[in-house]
């Protein structure tokens, strides 16, 4: 029989057509995230105009899928392509300035590396939205922005309490002698978390500073740990965490285990807890510590 080579090509050998942009933005928040995240991060600044398209007029979502399964997939798709261009990015925010008031894309600046979107995650903190001013805020905390201290006393006085708390807590590494008398106000009208945070805001800035702690302040309550081991044991090694942020210990409990890094197990010690207390922050290898007052229960 004869056969004809007319030089087309048989579709059963052709490569799989490459999704478009709208394509993928439609596989976010299934199981082929990866995928499209993917491929939106190859395509980068390219597919900015339809990722900002989907967050300017949203999309009917399919049966049976979580509003927050898309919207966390949304914040990563923004991010790859802003990462692409931070420029691109951030010029289409001044173009329509009412996109860095929207949660997912307040999410995405927040990811970008500093001093990238500091300029819009400042303007955030204005928002008349409560969710996208605490988020601006634990941003700048974040990446440690060189102007945050300059925010927060002024947060302590948000209408939102998670803004609230968020600058309390904040100015515990931030804050300087300067906002104790905001912190000592903030004292008459703060919910117990609020409180605590405020106090131990007020013993490390007078910590920092070598002064004395206000006489609103109860006491020194705050314990710091560095769990790493001695160079003289083949330190600093490795540190694993065995508690998280604010959860409770109790004295004499396992904070960390300390990894010599040269064995398959490398297991040389642990750190315990020197007391009762509430885990206040874990950064590197160092845990700060509330003490916490010891309830005695009847027998």
Do not use: K, N, Q, Y
């Amino acid at each position: 029989m004869e056969t004809r080579d007319d030089g087309a090509d048989d579709p059963g050998d052709a490569p799989p057509r490459a999704l478009r942009v709208d394509d993928l933005l439609a596989l976010l928040g299934t199981s082929r995230r990866a995928e499209a995240l993917a491929a939106l991060e190859a395509l980068g600044s390219e597919a900015l105009t339809s990722v900002l398209g989907t967050v300017r007029g949203g999309r009917p979502l399919p049966e049976g899928m979580h509003p927050r399964d898309f919207l966390d997939d949304l914040v990563d798709a923004i991010t790859v392509v802003a990462r692409a261009d931070p420029s691109a990015f951030l010029r289409a925010l001044d173009d329509e300035p009412t996109l860095a008031d929207r949660f997912v894309v307040v999410a995405a600046l927040g990811r970008l590396d500093s001093p990238h979107g500091a300029a819009h995650l400042e303007r955030a903190l204005a928002s008349r939205h409560g969710s996208i001013r605490w988020l601006a805020l634990e941003a700048l905390v974040r990446r440690r922005d060189p102007d945050l201290a300059h925010h927060l006393a002024r947060r302590l006085r948000d209408r939102d309490s998670l803004v609230r708390f968020a600058a309390a807590r904040a100015l515990r590494e931030h804050g300087s002698a300067a906002d104790l008398p905001a912190l000592e106000r903030f004292l008459a009208r703060a919910s117990l978390g609020a409180r605590d945070a405020a106090l131990d805001a007020m013993e490390a800035i007078c910590a920092r500073e070598g002064l004395p702690l206000p006489a609103s302040h109860p006491g020194e309550r705050l314990v710091t740990i560095v769990a790493e081991l001695p160079a003289e044991i083949g330190g600093p090694g490795r540190t694993v965490w065995r508690v998280t942020e604010a959860e409770r210990v109790t004295e004499g409990a396992v904070l960390a285990e300390l990894h010599d890094g040269l064995h398959d197990d490398g297991l040389v010690g642990e750190v315990p807890a020197p007391c009762d207390a509430v885990v206040v922050s874990i950064e590197g290898a160092t845990i700060v510590l509330r003490r916490s007052p010891r309830v005695l229960t009847a027998p």
